[in-house]
């Protein structure tokens, strides 16, 4: 084990991997390959408390988890630290590795050798144009532009020969080189493509400065549109910047003929013109400078741009099939502001009186790129926690759609925390169908299903924990998917454990007054699937029979095997009836005093 701690931009996320590749290829596995290499994301339940037990521990794995943003947090540190250890030192009977990469001061070395000995220590930066030069040579293998980054001196001492070589200094950071890299392996190899290659790297700073300079409020909400729209229609984007002023169509026709034409106006600004159709895309970043620029300088406007953004996104508007460009405007945003307030700018527009689906899920997608992101990522992610116990239904609802995103992937565990404090809303509102879905969605998902089921089993069999239950029978029913209620039954065939769980699971829920429609809903949905033959026949059978048996006369069974009045039951429903051979359906009808009792 190693832990690489120093300040930000020191490199040592990359210096983790270059020594995990070098471990890699001198400690093969037996089949003679490289280790595998892999990230563990730090998916906590409690972020403040670590549960080191959960990482992974494959054999022949080089294993890198970078805790340098939330460590601080950390409630013990010192513990944590050597749970760290250990775990390590159980990785190496597997031939596998771990490399943490830490902060500046929070790794508690000093509290004894055992942990002070991992820790290695980033002191000096990596020479940015040496980053940048290998970025162009071996990642984007491009080579000959390294020409650009070349430091030594003209013959004339002004300046470098490089022409990009100026835009890094010894205190540039790693990732400020690799930027550069980027910028200039992705634009033309000419004089005018290695133009617009600095100024994206500048992030257009000079450009937007000037543009706000020299243009009215008009030609600026007509940029603030455009970079929102770009590609849309001209016409489509000067209406989106009256509304934004708040001015409808010009009926003065002395004014619509005064002043520059429509296109005349869109190249002032910086946007391309080609046809009926104005774009920003050729100057890749300039629209994200723009609203960065916006939102430092013009503050006022936050709350007036968000308002305007609802209009535009809602269906049938030109934004509304733009949402997934403007959700990665907002996001980068609130990422390169590195300020949780803006995040907590978004949450306020939740609640603006825009309840339609498309809104939700722009805010949605940009808390789930937000919750990734390596310094922003703790901050928000411990954000959608707390939204996720409020008692906002709306909020609890986009913290739902989080839960469907990537989001449930990358954080597994803490996607299952939220949902479970959503699934424990009291009413079966609509951020409790949202999570819901969240859940079968991410029990669908390649590798989840042991996870979830784990998870959910355990909720489900706690008394009285309307959140478990709720979660059991959704993962239960088969009417969106099928699939996972499939792999469990033939879990539940081979494994008593898991067909023990199953009953544990069906006699806790049926327990629970508060969720007799959806037990009874989910009986007759496997009804169904039993006679369409989506499950085994004998087995769904045999288990409804053991739970008829212990629950016949609570409402959701006696529906089921006894019918309700008005109400008409399908020929699955009757032919599962008949196959449960319940001795008290000789003895008991409808009409009865015990049927009619229940």
């Given at each position: 084990?190693?832990?690489?701690?120093?300040?930000?931009?020191?490199?040592?996320?990359?210096?983790?991997?270059?020594?995990?590749?070098?471990?890699?290829?001198?400690?093969?596995?037996?089949?003679?390959?490289?280790?595998?290499?892999?990230?563990?994301?730090?998916?906590?339940?409690?972020?403040?408390?670590?549960?080191?037990?959960?990482?992974?521990?494959?054999?022949?794995?080089?294993?890198?988890?970078?805790?340098?943003?939330?460590?601080?947090?950390?409630?013990?540190?010192?513990?944590?630290?050597?749970?760290?250890?250990?775990?390590?030192?159980?990785?190496?009977?597997?031939?596998?590795?771990?490399?943490?990469?830490?902060?500046?001061?929070?790794?508690?070395?000093?509290?004894?050798?055992?942990?002070?000995?991992?820790?290695?220590?980033?002191?000096?930066?990596?020479?940015?144009?040496?980053?940048?030069?290998?970025?162009?040579?071996?990642?984007?293998?491009?080579?000959?532009?390294?020409?650009?980054?070349?430091?030594?001196?003209?013959?004339?001492?002004?300046?470098?020969?490089?022409?990009?070589?100026?835009?890094?200094?010894?205190?540039?950071?790693?990732?400020?080189?690799?930027?550069?890299?980027?910028?200039?392996?992705?634009?033309?190899?000419?004089?005018?493509?290695?133009?617009?290659?600095?100024?994206?790297?500048?992030?257009?700073?000079?450009?937007?400065?000037?543009?706000?300079?020299?243009?009215?409020?008009?030609?600026?909400?007509?940029?603030?549109?455009?970079?929102?729209?770009?590609?849309?229609?001209?016409?489509?984007?000067?209406?989106?910047?009256?509304?934004?002023?708040?001015?409808?169509?010009?009926?003065?026709?002395?004014?619509?003929?005064?002043?520059?034409?429509?296109?005349?106006?869109?190249?002032?600004?910086?946007?391309?013109?080609?046809?009926?159709?104005?774009?920003?895309?050729?100057?890749?970043?300039?629209?994200?400078?723009?609203?960065?620029?916006?939102?430092?300088?013009?503050?006022?406007?936050?709350?007036?741009?968000?308002?305007?953004?609802?209009?535009?996104?809602?269906?049938?508007?030109?934004?509304?099939?733009?949402?997934?460009?403007?959700?990665?405007?907002?996001?980068?945003?609130?990422?390169?502001?590195?300020?949780?307030?803006?995040?907590?700018?978004?949450?306020?527009?939740?609640?603006?009186?825009?309840?339609?689906?498309?809104?939700?899920?722009?805010?949605?997608?940009?808390?789930?790129?937000?919750?990734?992101?390596?310094?922003?990522?703790?901050?928000?992610?411990?954000?959608?926690?707390?939204?996720?116990?409020?008692?906002?239904?709306?909020?609890?609802?986009?913290?739902?759609?989080?839960?469907?995103?990537?989001?449930?992937?990358?954080?597994?565990?803490?996607?299952?925390?939220r949902l479970r404090h959503i699934l424990d809303r009291p009413e079966p509102d609509t951020a409790v169908h949202t999570a819901e879905?969240?859940?079968?969605?991410?029990?669908?998902?390649?590798?989840?299903?042991p996870r979830v089921w784990a998870t959910v089993s355990k909720w489900a069999t706690e008394p009285g924990n309307l959140a478990g239950?709720?979660?059991?029978?959704?993962?239960?029913?088969?009417?969106?998917?099928?699939?996972?209620?499939?792999?469990?039954?033939?879990?539940?065939?081979?494994?008593?454990?898991?067909?023990?769980?199953?009953?544990?699971?069906?006699?806790?829920?049926?327990?629970?007054?508060?969720?007799?429609?959806?037990?009874?809903?989910?009986?007759?949905?496997?009804?169904?699937?039993?006679?369409?033959?989506?499950?085994?026949?004998?087995?769904?059978?045999?288990?409804?029979?053991?739970?008829?048996?212990?629950?016949?006369?609570?409402?959701?069974?006696?529906?089921?095997?006894?019918?309700?009045?008005?109400?008409?039951?399908?020929?699955?429903?009757?032919?599962?009836?008949?196959?449960?051979?319940?001795?008290?359906?000789?003895?008991?009808?409808?009409?009865?005093?015990?049927?009619?009792?229940?």
């Amino acid at each position: 084990m190693a832990v690489i701690a120093g300040p930000a931009g020191h490199g040592k996320r990359t210096a983790a991997i270059r020594a995990l590749w070098q471990v890699s290829l001198g400690e093969r596995t037996g089949d003679g390959e490289p280790l595998a290499l892999k990230v563990i994301r730090p998916d906590w339940d409690k972020p403040e408390a670590p549960d080191i037990g959960s990482l992974p521990d494959q054999p022949g794995t080089g294993y890198l988890l970078d805790v340098a943003a939330e460590i601080s947090s950390w409630e013990k540190p010192d513990e944590v630290a050597k749970a760290l250890v250990s775990h390590a030192e159980t990785l190496r009977n597997f031939a596998s590795y771990l490399v943490v990469v830490a902060d500046d001061h929070s790794w508690p070395e000093d509290e004894s050798g055992t942990v002070g000995r991992v820790v290695v220590r980033a002191k000096n930066r990596p020479a940015p144009h040496r980053v940048a030069t290998k970025h162009l040579e071996y990642l984007y293998r491009k080579p000959e532009r390294a020409r650009w980054l070349n430091t030594a001196t003209n013959a004339e001492g002004t300046a470098m020969v490089g022409k990009a070589a100026h835009l890094l200094s010894d205190s540039s950071s790693p990732a400020d080189a690799a930027r550069l890299a980027e910028e200039l392996a992705k634009t033309e190899n000419s004089d005018e493509g290695l133009k617009t290659a600095i100024a994206a790297f500048q992030q257009w700073r000079t450009q937007v400065v000037n543009v706000f300079k020299q243009t009215d409020p008009a030609d600026r909400a007509l940029l603030i549109a455009t970079l929102f729209l770009s590609g849309d229609e001209a016409i489509s984007i000067q209406s989106a910047s009256h509304r934004l002023l708040g001015k409808g169509p010009q009926d003065d026709v002395e004014v619509i003929l005064s002043g520059p034409d429509l296109a005349t106006r869109l190249r002032t600004i910086g946007a391309n013109v080609t046809g009926r159709h104005a774009t920003l895309d050729h100057k890749p970043g300039y629209a994200q400078a723009v609203l960065n620029h916006l939102w430092q300088q013009r503050p006022d406007i936050h709350k007036h741009l968000l308002k305007w953004l609802d209009t535009i996104t809602a269906p049938g508007e030109p934004g509304a099939s733009r949402l997934v460009a403007i959700s990665a405007l907002l996001v980068e945003l609130a990422i390169t502001e590195n300020d949780i307030k803006v995040i907590d700018q978004i949450r306020t527009w939740i609640d603006n009186g825009n309840s339609s689906t498309e809104h939700r899920q722009l805010i949605a997608g940009v808390f789930a790129q937000a919750a990734e992101a390596d310094t922003l990522g703790p901050k928000v992610r411990s954000r959608l926690l707390d939204w996720a116990r409020v008692d906002t239904e709306s909020v609890a609802t986009v913290v739902a759609l989080v839960c469907q995103s990537d989001f449930a992937d990358h954080y597994p565990r803490q996607t299952l925390v939220r949902l479970r404090h959503i699934l424990d809303r009291p009413e079966p509102d609509t951020a409790v169908h949202t999570a819901e879905k969240a859940l079968r969605g991410m029990a669908a998902r390649p590798g989840h299903l042991p996870r979830v089921w784990a998870t959910v089993s355990k909720w489900a069999t706690e008394p009285g924990n309307l959140a478990g239950h709720r979660a059991f029978l959704t993962l239960l029913d088969p009417r969106d998917d099928a699939h996972p209620l499939q792999v469990l039954m033939e879990a539940a065939d081979q494994s008593s454990e898991v067909r023990a769980t199953l009953l544990r699971g069906w006699n806790a829920s049926l327990a629970d007054a508060r969720v007799a429609t959806q037990c009874r809903d989910l009986m007759i949905a496997w009804a169904r699937a039993r006679a369409e033959g989506l499950v085994p026949h004998d087995l769904v059978t045999d288990l409804l029979r053991q739970v008829v048996t212990e629950h016949l006369y609570t409402s959701p069974v006696a529906a089921l095997v006894f019918g309700e009045p008005g109400v008409q039951y399908d020929e699955a429903v009757i032919a599962l009836r008949k196959d449960l051979q319940l001795p008290v359906l000789a003895q008991t009808s409808p009409a009865s005093p015990e049927a009619t009792e229940s």
